[in-house]
Nanobody, 121 residues
């Protein structure tokens, strides 16, 4: 089993910052790409940012130059630093990771339970 647990969400004023973390635990032999998604009420879940195992990053246009994704492969952690937050960034943020459990298993995606980020004055 592979578990992902997010933390760091909360309420912040417009223009403020928040830092999200995601820890990956359980039984697996490799982690490849990791991602942050978000889902606002009544909307689909959208990709926010992704990072490869070697550190290559990609961002949604809406968060470029404001958000920074990073990872620690030793600690099996994923991070999202969010600056200049706006009300439209309000959503539940989900951690996603591609993991391979055994040599005979395929790499598959796993999800965390999500953490709420609310940007409001």
């Amino acid at each position: 089993q592979v578990q992902l647990v997010e933390s760091g969400g909360g309420l912040v004023q417009p223009g403020g910052s928040l830092s999200l973390s995601c820890v990956v635990s359980g039984s697996f032999i490799s982690l490849s790409a990791m991602r942050w998604f978000r889902q606002a009420p009544g909307k689909q879940r959208d990709l926010v940012a992704s990072i490869t195992s070697s550190g290559g990053t990609n961002y949604a246009d809406s968060v470029k130059d404001r958000f920074t994704i990073s990872r620690d492969n030793v600690k099996k952690m994923l991070y999202l630093q969010m600056n200049s937050l706006q009300p439209e960034d309000t959503a539940v943020y989900y951690c996603n990771a591609d993991a391979r459990r055994t040599l005979s298993d395929n790499t598959r995606g796993y999800w965390g339970q999500g953490t709420q980020v609310t940007v409001s004055s």
